[in-house]
């Protein structure tokens, strides 16, 4: 039923259209019919009375009949009904049949039906079971009789029936071609708007989010004093001030990201040199106060900490702003052993788990980043989760795509840390202490390049699964097996 109702503008003002234009048909239609029906009925009526009832009248016989009270057809119409009662009764029913009068059987219900009548001269509409319907007046005779005289409707109702037949097909036709010319006018009428319903779902399919954004050209508006016209000119004035802010947000991430790689290429070489200096002290082979040596040690952790946190603020920088990755043949699969291999070494306490293909899984990207990729998902899952966590590294390929699922039954991310858990400097300890490790980077590094390498990675976590799928385009076909 739902499929039945018009959704569209174009639909509901045809349908519209065509629904006035068929309540109007019906209206005249129904007044056309019934005004006729009145009229023939009328003169039905005037024939009635113009007939003075002689037919009738000669129905009215004396005891011993003659020849002036036999029934008289001179000048009656085929079909013309006669009849007398006495004292309610029936006694004489006769209709004209070839100017000859005919005698009519009635049944019990005629008979009511004819006692029943008002003697007022005015016609009256009745059904006959032998004859049908027919428009009949009753009078009173000279005897104290009744004397009745009917003409059929027959020839009323087939002059009806066939005006409405005309009609149909009349008001039918012009439903149909307004139908037709109608929705080409509306067509026609609500090209301005469908102009602008197709901007609108152009600026609804850009990437609004991040990057330059070339916004579509403004729509043609024919008329400002029409609604459509409005709606264009309204439009039009919102597409420039979206335009505008885009050009300012994409000019402020320039300058940002400019800043975030001059700053970071420039901080290399100071934080290299006091890592240096800090490694120098601490050859140093003469005494060394205790407390001295203990800051040069803080100063040669932190230091490499900054330096870190230098290069994965110049990758994402670097990654932001389009730079080119390698693209390369990568067997994911050695990459993957090595990784997990390399996490077993820093985190023994943890249960590292392997779940791989019989075949060697080849892609083609940047192995260094792809390794980068892996390693941040291995040390985001040791870091957040308790000794005895068993982590298990899936790696799957088919002819839609190649997944590399990282999952862990520790405690999970909390709940409102999991939409931004991409973002930078995001932490789940919002405290900042740096004995949860990390630099907040490390997982929007992996979207980053999961996102230079046209991949997509996603988030599923509660209590006890906690699970990052990283999806990348189709692997080449010829995989070889692996050792």
């Known amino acids: 039923m739902k499929r039945l109702v018009p959704r569209t503008l174009r639909s509901q003002l045809t349908a519209g ?7 109007a048909c019906l209206a005249v239609g129904i007044t056309t019919v019934v005004a006729l029906e009145g009229f023939l009925v009328g003169r039905l009526d005037q024939q009635l009375s113009a007939s003075a009832g002689r037919f009738a009248v000669s129905l009215e016989h004396e005891a011993r009949p003659d020849a002036d009270n036999r029934p008289d057809t001179r000048g009656q119409s085929d079909g013309t009904f006669g009849a007398r009662l006495l004292r309610g009764i029936p006694t004489q029913a006769a ?15 005629d008979r009511r039906t004819l006692a029943a009548l008002p003697t007022d001269g005015s016609g009256h ?48 036709g012009a439903l149909l071609v307004t139908g037709v010319l109608g929705a080409l006018w509306v067509r026609l009428s609500l090209r301005p708007l469908r102009r602008v319903t197709t901007t609108a779902a152009r600026v609804a399919e850009l990437p609004l989010a991040s990057g330059e954004v070339a916004m579509p050209a403004p729509v043609p508006v024919a008329d400002p004093r029409t609604e459509v016209g409005q709606v264009g000119t309204a439009l039009n004035r ?38 240096g200096h800090a490694e120098l002290a601490l050859r140093h082979t003469g005494p060394v106060p205790g407390e001295i040596r203990r800051s040069l040690e803080r100063i040669q952790a932190e230091s490499e900490r900054m330096s870190r946190l230098v290069d994965d603020l110049l990758l994402l920088a670097r990654l932001d702003a ?35 293909p019989e075949t060697a899984v080849n892609m083609t990207g940047d192995e260094h980043r792809l390794q980068q990729v892996v390693a941040n998902l291995l ?18 390929a088919d002819d839609h795509d190649v997944r590399l699922t990282v999952l862990d039954d520790g405690p999970g991310v909390p709940e409102e840390i999991r939409p931004e858990v991409f973002g930078r400097f995001v932490r789940v300890d919002h405290s900042r202490s740096r004995a949860a490790g990390g630099t907040g980077l490390g997982l929007a590094i992996v979207e980053a390049v999961v996102t230079a390498h046209h991949g997509q990675v996603s988030l599923t976590s509660r209590p006890g699964h906690t ?17």
Not at 17 to 23: E, F, G, R, S, T
Not at 332 to 350: C, F, I, K, S
């Open 17 to 23: 259209l065509v629904a006035l234009l068929a309540l």
């Open 95 to 109: 209709v004209v049949r070839d100017q000859t009068d005919a005698r009519v059987p009635l049944s019990a219900e």
């Open 379 to 396: 040390a985001n899952a040791r870091t957040h989760t308790p000794p005895g966590t068993a982590v298990t590294v899936r790696l799957a």
């Open 125 to 172: 509409s009745i059904r006959l079971a032998s004859l049908g319907r027919y428009r009949v007046n009753a009078v009173s005779g000279d005897d104290r009789d009744v004397l009745i005289t009917g003409l059929p409707l027959h020839p009323v109702e087939e002059t009806v029936h066939r005006l409405e037949a005309v009609e149909a097909a009349v008001f039918g």
């Open 238 to 275: 919102m597409l420039g001030h979206v335009g505008n802010a885009l050009e300012r947000r994409h000019a402020s991430e320039n300058r940002l990201r400019h800043f975030a790689a001059d700053a970071s290429h420039e901080l290399r070489t100071p934080v290299a040199n006091v890592r």
């Open 467 to 483: 699970e990052f799928t990283v999806t990348f385009p189709p692997a080449p076909s010829g995989s070889t097996p692996h050792r």
């Open 322 to 356: 389009g730079r080119a990755l390698e693209r390369k043949p990568v067997d994911l699969t050695r990459l993957v052993l090595d990784a997990v291999d390399d996490a077993r070494a820093v985190g023994p306490r943890h249960r590292w788990l392997l779940d791989l």
